[in-house]
């Protein structure tokens, strides 16, 4: 499995009693038992797990200086009738939690799993991954010179389980018919929600966002370190040689 380069540095650390844990929602309930008590180790820094194969949020978590290792999950990514954005997201971030967990019996009680999930909503049209050149033009059509909002959903589940979102709201110039289909020839927008990526050549296009760029990106990262520190107490604060704690 991939790990990433480096490791959060240990620092100084009190540990918490045995918290009790926490429901996310139906079906988390069974995966809190992979931690509930922190090891006796101070220096056992738990493992986060990444259930996803997106190079976009690996790049996000390194950046971050966070340590993971990559284990995909394979789900349908499919939305529910009827199903809101955020509650598709959140879902679906939470599936891909259990998925990894059901195949991974080895996990050590202090490691914490990642799932995520993100979609862009415009006018109340949820929009994932594009099935091929057609409906990436499609969306990007359906985006051109409107705002739209971004939607990640997140579970984290270690010593407790939380599933939570983040919404972004991004603005996109018109776009020509040549630019769309100079874009879909690319072949950047064909394993991007919304057909697009903020950070490589559609940045050109969008001038202005409400929100987290990094869950437009693909992972909301201060929202994950925040929950990263509610699910396990042992996860140190990041220090380096000039400040003691960041």
């Known amino acids: 499995m991939e790990k990433s380069e480096g490791s959060p540095d240990v620092g100084n650390r009190e540990w918490s009693a045995a918290r009790e844990p926490t429901k996310c929602r139906e079906g988390c309930d069974s995966l809190v038992s992979m931690a509930t008590a922190p090891d006796e180790d101070p220096y056992n820094i738990p493992m986060l797990v990444l259930a996803s194969a997106s190079p976009r949020r690996q ?14 999950a394979d789900i349908p990514e499919d ?22 967990a059901r195949v991974r019996p080895n996990l050590s009680p202090n ?16 929009l994932g991954k594009p099935s091929d050149a057609a409906d990436a033009a499609r969306m990007l059509r359906m985006l051109s010179g409107r705002t739209h909002r971004v939607i990640t959903g997140v579970c984290l589940v270690g010593g407790v389980a939380r599933v939570s979102s983040e919404t972004t709201v ?25 057909a697009y990526a903020i950070q490589a050549i559609a940045s050109r296009w969008i001038p202005r966002i409400d929100g987290d760029y990094g869950n437009v990106v693909g992972l909301p990262v201060a929202l994950v370190w925040k929950m990263m ?15 003691r704690a960041i």
Do not use: W
């Not at 790049?59 to 995909?72: D, K, M, Q, T």
């Not at 529910?80 to 259990?98: F, Q, T, Y």
């Open 59 to 72: 790049e996000l978590l390194r950046n971050a200086g966070i340590s993971f290792e990559v284990h995909p």
């Open 170 to 194: 991004v603005t996109v110039n018109r776009l020509t018919d040549q630019d769309i289909a100079d874009y879909v020839a690319s072949g950047e927008p064909m394993d991007k929600a919304g």
């Open 111 to 126: 490691d914490v799993v990642l799932g995520a999930d993100t979609v862009v909503v415009v006018d109340g049209a949820l």
């Open 229 to 243: 520190r509610e699910v396990s107490t042992q996860y140190p604060v990041p220090c380096n040689q000039k400040n």
């Open 79 to 100: 939305p529910l009738p009827g199903e809101s954005a955020k509650d598709c997201a959140e879902r679906l971030a939470r599936e891909k939690v259990l998925a990894v």
